[in-house]
């Protein structure tokens, strides 16, 4: 089944910067990838998604980039604010089914 | 368009007690999924629904079960509570469950078993 995996359980970044976030996954055959945003004591948060069509997606001040040869997402985020302090998960669905499959999640903290 | 809510939002239960919980789905929303997430094991898919059938289900005990209504709504129930069940409980609600529609969650409910 598909796994997938975060690069940096924490990012710290000063408010102002960019900041990116990645993500492994181990399916080729994975065609749909999304990304949540999980503040403390809410449930995810839908930010952007991408399908294996597209190499890059923009959305406000958010950014998805799919790397399909290496099985690599990221989300980059302009100008980093402190409402942007949340947990970021990657998410797939697993096969067949709509069952996603999540990272573990990178907790970014914005330093003011 | 009012989210997915989910109730209650808290709930503290004692080992062997059963629980229920809520979810209503966005409007117009058919598939009803749920997922655990603890801090050991993260996001785990529990199981989902949809026109009232359980479609698809995870790798959990009998002791976790579900049902969906006529009007999408869904509950999920948890039988002879074990400490280990302590968690954010999480409904995600789409459209028709298709693999490339995006879920929407709730809040979640947080169960604390002593």
């Known amino acids: 089944g598909e796994s997938v995996g975060l690069h940096l359980p924490t990012l710290s970044v000063q408010e102002g910067d960019n900041s990116i976030i990645n993500c492994a996954y181990s399916?080729?055959?994975?065609?749909?990838f999304i990304w949540y945003k999980q503040e403390s004591g809410k449930g995810p948060q839908f930010i952007i998604d991408?399908?294996?069509?597209?190499d890059k997606r923009q959305g406000q001040r958010v950014t998805v980039l799919l790397n399909k040869t290496v099985k690599h997402l990221s989300l980059q985020i302009a100008a980093t604010q402190p409402g942007d302090s949340a947990v970021y998960f990657c998410?797939?669905?697993?096969?067949?089914?709509?069952?996603?499959?999540f990272g573990t999640g990178t907790l970014l903290a914005v330093q003011p | 368009k009012a989210g997915v809510t989910q109730t209650p939002r808290y709930l503290i239960k004692t080992r062997g007690q059963q629980v229920t919980l809520s979810c209503s789905p966005i409007s117009g929303h058919r598939s009803v999924s749920w997922y655990q997430q603890t801090p050991g094991q993260g996001l785990q898919f529990l199981f989902e629904y949809f026109s009232e059938t359980q479609r698809n289900k995870g790798n959990f005990p009998g002791r976790f079960s579900g049902r969906q209504f006529s009007n999408s709504r869904s509950e999920m129930n948890v039988s002879t509570l074990e400490l280990g069940d302590s968690a954010l409980y999480l409904c995600?609600?789409?459209?028709?469950?298709?693999?490339?529609?995006?879920?929407?969650f709730g809040p979640g409910t947080r169960l604390l078993v002593l």
């Open positions: 998410a797939v669905p697993d096969g067949a089914t709509n069952k996603l499959i």
């Open positions: 995600a609600s789409s459209l028709v469950g298709d693999t490339q529609e995006t879920q929407y």
């Open positions: 991408i399908r294996s069509n597209m």
């Open positions: 399916n080729s055959a994975s065609d749909y």
